[in-house]
């Protein structure tokens, strides 16, 4: 069984930083993309970063030179380090296995298992 377990989120005031963990199990997590995506209250989901099997990696324009993500192969795990978070970061966040091409990275219709969400606020 496909399991996508997302966690780190929590509330952290604008200009902080938190780093999210997606741990993987039930497939053969080398072989895949992991993609973050995320919905604030009212809003569509959307494609915030995503890591290729071998390494390449996406941002969505509003988190580039923020946010970093990162995957250890050892240990199932991908990572997404936030940093000078702002209020509009404010979302439940979630990731993703899928097979992406390089021009549908951050679409969700490219992702066929997520995990539950992690919340985070980016608020004082």
């Known amino acids: 069984e496909v399991q996508l377990q997302a966690s780190g989120g929590g509330l952290v005031q604008p200009g902080g930083s938190l780093r999210l963990s997606c741990a993987a199990s039930?497939?053969?997590?080398?072989?895949?993309?992991i993609g973050w995506f995320r919905q604030a209250p009212g809003k569509e989901r959307e494609g915030v970063s995503c890591?290729?099997?071998?390494?390449?990696?996406y941002y969505t324009d509003s988190v580039k030179g923020r946010f970093t993500i990162s995957r250890d192969n050892a240990k199932n795990t991908v990572y997404l380090q936030m940093d000078s978070l702002k209020p509009e970061d404010t979302a439940v966040y979630y990731c993703?296995?899928?097979?992406?091409?390089?021009?549908?990275?951050?679409?969700?219709?490219?992702?066929?298992?997520w995990g539950q969400g992690t919340l985070v606020t980016v608020s004082n």
């Open positions: 993703a296995k899928g097979e992406p091409t390089i021009w549908t990275a951050l679409s969700l219709d490219s992702y066929h298992d």
């Open positions: 039930g497939f053969k997590f080398n072989d895949y993309a």
């Open positions: 890591i290729s099997a071998g390494g390449i990696t």
